[in-house]
């Protein structure tokens, strides 16, 4: 398969390009300097130079409260993006997977999870662009699978997830979330459904994430330390609003997939299982964190 990879510099597309260069793929990846999705021409002229099978989009501005004080730059790369890659998938006939969030919901829901017969209700900028994202590109193109996930932690992210062990053992100052909860999705793990998904071939929005409930930020740094051997850490905890952040959060965004296994999807695995593969890579020193 010939697999086309946006975001190809972030955790989940060198994730998505490590794993389909691994599974035999011909992958072309390229990261925001060498592809700006926003820009509908440039977007076009590669998709034609290049003619992939599966287009998988990891890029986007992911900075939601950046995106808070600058609805332009968020709507050009969360919703046009996507919109640009679904035209120029359409021309060519190729499957686009592109990826959306869990914030999309509005986090009101009181306990249990989100599906796809769950309303979404988008409560900040970056939000809406996401949701606007999804939009247009199932417009656009009718072979575009929409991938909705949330809480992702991995090798090299950046996210509070993926660097609490490293933090840890440089000794800094741990602070946590206690209120706020969501659902685990390995980078690794989600990397491989999107190449399931795009060989699936079959249009439509999957909640994609590692299987079992759903933590709060503390839960989940509290289990990383504990497999890493640093469970004695001080780890303080706070709370969504103490922190007066610009853009609003969902204060539950557990997400659950009604089609995944319908369709002969497998659940990934329980996210404590991919949690603790990932601190032995960290243990092992073959993960170094971005910061």
């Known amino acids: 398969m010939r697999v086309l990879v946006t975001g190809a510099g ?3 597309g060198r994730a998505v390009s490590e794993y389909c ?3 035999g793929d011909q992958v072309f990846a390229y990261d925001h300097r060498s592809l700006d999705i926003a820009d509908a021409a440039r977007v076009s002229q590669t998709l034609q130079q290049d003619k992939p099978d599966a287009v998988i989009n990891c890029a986007a501005w992911t900075d939601v409260d950046g995106c808070e004080g600058d609805h332009d730059r968020a709507f050009a790369a969360n919703a046009s ?13 190729a499957v686009l997977v592109t990826i959306s ?3 999309v919901f509005d986090g009101e829901k009181p306990q249990g999870f989100y599906t796809q ?3 979404p209700n988008p409560q900040s900028v970056y939000a809406v662009s996401k949701l ?10 009718a072979r575009t699978v929409v991938v909705r996930t949330g809480f992702v932690f991995g090798p090299g992210g950046a996210n509070f997830l993926s660097t609490v062990i490293e933090r840890a053992r440089r000794g800094e100052k741990l602070k946590a979330i206690s209120d706020a909860y969501g659902t685990p999705s390995y980078a690794p793990d989600l990397a491989r459904r999107l190449r399931e998904l795009a060989q699936l071939d079959l249009p439509g929005i999957f909640h994609t994430v590692n299987a079992g409930d759903g933590v709060s930020y503390e839960q989940f740094a509290r289990a990383a330390l504990d497999f890493s051997g640093f469970a004695e850490t001080d780890l303080e905890t706070v709370t969504e609003d103490s922190l007066k952040r610009p ?10 997939c009604l089609l995944s296994e319908a369709v002969g999807l497998a659940p990934l695995p329980l996210w404590d299982d991919a949690l603790r593969a990932f601190a032995r890579l960290q243990a092992r020193g073959e993960v170094v964190a971005k910061t």
């Open 10 to 12: 972030g955790m989940v």
């Open 21 to 23: 260069t691994a599974s």
């Open 81 to 93: 993006g996507p919109e640009n890659l679904a035209n120029a998938s359409r021309e060519l006939d």
């Open 101 to 103: 969030t869990d914030y």
């Open 117 to 119: 017969r769950d309303q």
């Open 132 to 141: 606007a994202g999804e939009r247009r590109a199932q417009l656009a193109h």
């Open 247 to 256: 853009a609003a959060r969902p204060r539950n965004s557990r997400l659950k």
